[in-house]
């Protein structure tokens, strides 16, 4: 029988981000599965957590049963007092999209100061869950972790329902989906939309606003560069409104900084759409020259270039799309993600007794 075990992650589960929608979909199908698993909801403040976090997260680990498996969200885990945890009398997994302290537009000396914490934390996990093989190969490469101690439980995707005919929106629809911070490099797709401007287009960015001053800075840009007829920021959108965003779309474009996996490019792949990213972090493992143009981090130039020409050549537009869909009809599930995970509850459990 399985052995029971606990998921900690901090804030809103249902909230609308790559990394919370992984997880929710991991914790669900845990259950559904019949690895009995349950929810240990934290404050939401983490990595960065207030006094009243640290004391809530000491609380509900006590409150636990002995020797209970944990899975500790990486918000948490890379973040969290290191006495703390190596006083943990229970098997410890530690979930982790990717280091804390690469996260774009950290000060020099927290980046510093998280790394650091998560690599002292690294030594008290029975193991390590990453959602792609560039994350595993960060943490043995820089954190010293054994290949051994990690598994990779590349996420699961839902197959959308598609239409028999798509009709794609008018002027053509340049989509990007990411929540609003520095590391999603809206910015860098503003300015490359700005050089295109003599070519028909309307785009819409579609994520959470999680660093209002990114978004503050964004609104201002765009008016600047005189794109505010033409790009929308839509926020949080319903999964319906989503796929029917992804339905209407002409290309993808997301230029970000950095991704530990990026499973918005997976689904932009479900739904057979030309890709233009950037070639950093997991993304060129996730999407390839079949199905996506990758060009460098912060060069809104290069950006420009590549969606000028899946806006103008249609025969590179069908390839990469046909592209898409083939890569997307072999995309893991989440029970593939889950068995994954159940997995290693079981082998971390059983070393323990």
Not at 114 to 141: G, K, Q, W
Not at 177 to 199: F, N, P, T, Y
């Amino acid at each position: 029988m399985p052995v029971s075990a606990a998921f900690a992650i901090p804030g809103d589960i249902k909230t609308r981000t790559g990394g919370y929608i992984y997880e929710c979909r991991m914790l669900e199908t845990l259950n559904a599965i019949g690895q009995p698993t349950r929810h240990i909801e934290l404050l939401p403040s983490w990595p960065h957590p207030t006094e009243t976090a640290a004391q809530d997260l000491a609380a509900k680990l006590s409150s636990l049963p002995e020797n209970m498996p944990l899975i500790l969200d990486g918000l948490v885990f890379g973040a969290m007092d290191t006495a703390l945890l190596a006083q943990q009398a229970r098997p410890i997994v530690a979930m982790l999209h990717h280091p804390l302290g690469l996260e774009a537009g950290l000060p020099p000396a927290r980046a510093k100061a998280l790394l650091e914490r998560e690599r002292d934390n690294l030594r008290h996990a029975a193991h390590v869950v990453v959602p792609s093989p560039h994350t595993r190969d960060i943490l043995c490469r820089e954190f010293g972790v054994a290949r051994r101690r990690i598994s990779i439980a590349l996420p699961g995707f839902d197959r959308p329902v598609l239409p028999a005919s798509r009709m794609k929106a008018k002027p053509p629809l340049v989509l990007s989906v990411g929540i609003l911070c520095q590391r999603k490099g809206h910015d860098v797709l503003l300015d490359a939309l700005s050089q295109i401007a003599d070519l028909e287009w309307q785009a819409a960015i579609v994520g959470l606003t999680h660093d209002r001053d990114v978004y503050e800075a964004l609104l201002r840009q765009r008016a600047g560069l005189g794109l505010e007829e033409r790009v929308r920021f839509t926020g949080v959108v319903t999964q319906e409104e989503l796929d029917q965003l992804y339905q209407d779309a002409t290309v993808f474009a997301l230029a970000t900084r950095y991704e530990g996996y990026g499973m918005v490019l997976s689904e932009a792949q479900l739904h057979g759409l030309p890709i233009l990213s950037c070639s950093v972090g997991a993304v060129p493992q996730t999407v390839d020259a079949n199905s996506a143009i990758l060009t460098p981090p912060d060069s809104p130039g290069a950006f420009a270039d590549g969606l000028a020409r899946l806006l103008l050549e249609p025969d590179l537009r069908d390839r990469l799309a046909q592209g898409s869909r083939e890569a997307g009809a072999s995309l893991p599930r989440w029970k593939d993600a889950a068995l994954i995970m159940q997995g290693v509850l079981q082998r971390v459990s059983f070393h323990r007794k």
